[in-house]
């Protein structure tokens, strides 16, 4: 089946700094990747979504500049949280669609928490 | 504006039973529907497809209905297993190419031995 992968798993970082967090699709070329936050006890917000070779489309309300979303290929989409502070502590999860099918398979998630 | 609504309250049900979610929306027109199951600090794990023109879709114990008049969905877990227990979420997409989902807030399935 499709297979997506997240890296790092969890993070913690001090105020201010910067991370990156990688979303890679194993086995199947993902035309578009999406970017999800979850926070405690509640649903998944869509942040942005990610085609390969052209600029991410944010939701309303979400930053571009505070989260940089960078698709070099096909099977690879990076966020980048920038100057993260601790209201920026979530669960960070990407997902990936590709072919003809509209199932969209989802990495298993990264843990920020800033401090 | 869109709505989807999950039964907030966790469904508690005995090992060997059906459980039934259910899934409705409003102000929306789904082309399709989406399932999945959410463990505790995972990413959800895609679970059925169904499309609106489609009523009923089975995988093994999984069977899930789709009736655009209610706007409703109800996902079913036959002879319910204690492994089963988990978050349930339903998503729905527009019939167009960009993918979106738009995430009920889920409900949660215990079974018990």
């Known amino acids: 089946g499709a297979v997506v992968s997240q890296h790092p798993s969890w993070v913690i970082c001090k105020s201010g700094t910067s991370v990156k967090i990688e979303c890679r699709s194993l086995d199947f070329q993902a035309t578009t990747m999406f970017w999800y936050r979850q926070f405690p006890k509640q649903s998944l917000m869509l942040m942005a979504t990610?085609?390969?070779?052209?600029?991410?489309?944010?939701e309303q309300g979400v930053e571009k500049d505070k989260f940089l979303i960078n698709h070099a290929s096909l099977t690879l989409s990076t966020l980048t949280v920038t100057s993260a502070h601790p209201e920026d502590s979530s669960f960070y999860i990407c997902?990936?669609?590709?072919?003809?099918?509209?199932?969209?398979?989802f990495g298993p998630g990264t843990r920020l928490t800033v401090l | 504006s869109q709505k989807i609504e999950q039964n907030s309250e966790a469904l508690n049900i005995q090992e060997g039973k059906t459980a039934t979610l259910t899934c409705n929306y409003t102000?929306?027109?789904?082309?399709?529907l989406q399932w999945y199951r959410q463990d505790p600090g995972r990413g959800p794990v895609f679970l059925l497809l169904?499309?609106?023109?489609?009523k009923e879709k089975r995988k093994e114990r999984l069977k899930v209905t789709f009736d655009t008049t209610l706007k409703q969905s109800l996902f079913h877990i036959t002879a319910s297993q204690p492994a089963d227990s988990a978050t349930y979420l339903c998503?729905?997409?527009?019939?167009?190419?960009?993918?979106?989902?738009?995430f009920g807030q889920g409900t949660t399935l215990q079974v018990k031995p």
């Open positions: 998503a729905l997409g527009r019939r167009s190419n960009t993918g979106k989902l738009i």
């Open positions: 997902s990936a669609t590709g072919g003809p099918s509209d199932e969209q398979f």
């Open positions: 102000n929306y027109s789904p082309a399709y």
């Open positions: 169904i499309r609106e023109n489609e």
């Open positions: 990610s085609n390969e070779g052209s600029k991410a489309t944010y």
